[in-house]
Nanobody, 122 residues
Framework: QVQLVESGGGLVQAGGSLRLSCAASGRTFTSFVMGWFRQAPGKEREFVAAVGTSGYITKYGDSVKGRFTISRDNAKTSVYLQMNSLKPEDTAVYYC???????????????WGQGTQVTVSS
């Protein structure tokens, strides 16, 4: 089992920045690909970003490319999402996820956090 706990969400004005964190515990952190997803009210869950086990490989959803950066610190068993130039349409609950194995991007995600709310005001 892997437990994921997100933090760092909040209310920010358009154009501002936020940094989300996800602390992982349980099984070996370095054996998991880590990712971020988001879900806005009335919309389907959307892929935001993923980072490979070593931190060198990343992938982003089209809507956040050039604005968001995913990173991980294996020593701290944590993954981060730096969000810049935020837009009202970035408003959503953001979820941290973990996928076992080395496939990138993963075919399925095995563990999910509870989510953290991000609200961007115009």
């Amino acid at each position: 089992q892997v437990q994921l706990v997100e933090s760092g969400g909040g209310l920010v004005q358009a154009g501002g920045s936020l940094r989300l964190s996800c602390a992982a515990s349980g099984r070996t952190f370095t054996s998991f690909v880590m990712g971020w997803f988001r879900q806005a009210p009335g919309k389907e869950r959307e892929f935001v970003a993923a980072v490979g086990t070593s931190g060198y490989i990343t992938k982003y959803g089209d809507s956040v490319k050039g604005r968001f950066t995913i990173s991980r610190d294996n020593a701290k068993t944590s993954v981060y999402l730096q969000m810049n130039s935020l837009k009202p349409e970035d408003t959503a609950v953001y979820y941290c996820a973990a996928a076992a194995g080395l496939r990138f991007p993963p075919g399925e995600w095995n563990y999910w956090g509870q989510g953290t709310q991000v609200t961007v005001s115009s």
